[in-house]
């Protein structure tokens, strides 16, 4: 069973997150072990302080190098093998591929190290495997970056969803496309119609049809 661990000061944050839908679905079935670790628990001193000010000087607080390498080194005892993941603006951008490669990595468990606060001290990417992004902005923590890279990694672990065709035939599933539009019941809608070609039964005009619907991802 593969394990994925979150080190992060708001572990409440993922509570509702690994609880419902196919994150529920797929620790119900042995798939994989969803856990956070609260970095809390390893800051310095009667206050457990984990972050300070930086060398240099500059605005805001920087998480210490101590309690994040006492969190990996906890977590990788929970799992050796796991490859650390360090969420940071810095990091490569997340894309579909990343996230087949990640789920296709046979067992292969993950450490998501959780940022807060202007940073954390450098010192901390000795640590690490992976550096990632999830887009071209800035968030207040690594939590929901977290929560999405493994939504995005667990829903494409067979067994998971269940018709494993519908993750090969989603968007960005050849790195380009977007999907094409699908509709359902009822056959009209406020005077939208269905388009005749999905109502023939002819699945060589229908797959032409998804064909020429898909667009390509700016």
């Known amino acids: 069973m593969r394990k994925l661990q979150v080190i992060t000061l708001f572990p409440e ?28 628990e390893f800051g310095i001193g009667p206050r457990r302080t984990v972050d300070d000010t930086p060398y240099g000087g500059g605005d805001g607080m920087l998480l210490k190098p ?20 360090l969420m940071t603006a810095r990091g490569d951008r997340w894309v579909q591929a990343a996230a087949q490669a990640h789920a ?7 450490i998501f190290i959780c940022g807060r606060y202007e940073g954390y001290d450098e010192r901390v990417v000795s640590l690490v495997d992976e550096q990632i992004r999830v887009g071209d902005y800035v968030l207040t923590g690594g939590e929901l970056p977290a929560m999405t890279i493994i939504d995005s990694i667990v829903r494409l672990i067979p067994g998971v969803l269940g018709g494993e065709a519908s993750a090969e035939i989603e968007s960005f599933s050849d790195g380009e496309t ?41």
């Open 13 to 40: 944050m993922f509570t509702g997150v690994f609880e419902n839908s196919m994150m529920w679905k797929a620790q119900r079935d042995e798939i994989v072990e969803l856990s956070t670790i609260n970095l809390r």
């Open 66 to 85: 101590e309690p994040l390498f006492a969190a990996v080194k906890k977590a990788k005892e929970n799992d050796p093998s796991a490859k650390v993941l």
């Open 104 to 110: 296709d990595d046979s067992e292969q468990g993950y």
């Open 178 to 218: 977007l999907e094409y539009p699908q509709y359902t019941r009822p056959e009209i809608f406020k005077g939208m119609k269905v388009p005749d070609v999905l109502l023939s039964g002819n699945h060589a005009l229908i797959a032409k049809w998804r064909a020429d619907n898909s667009f390509k991802a700016e």
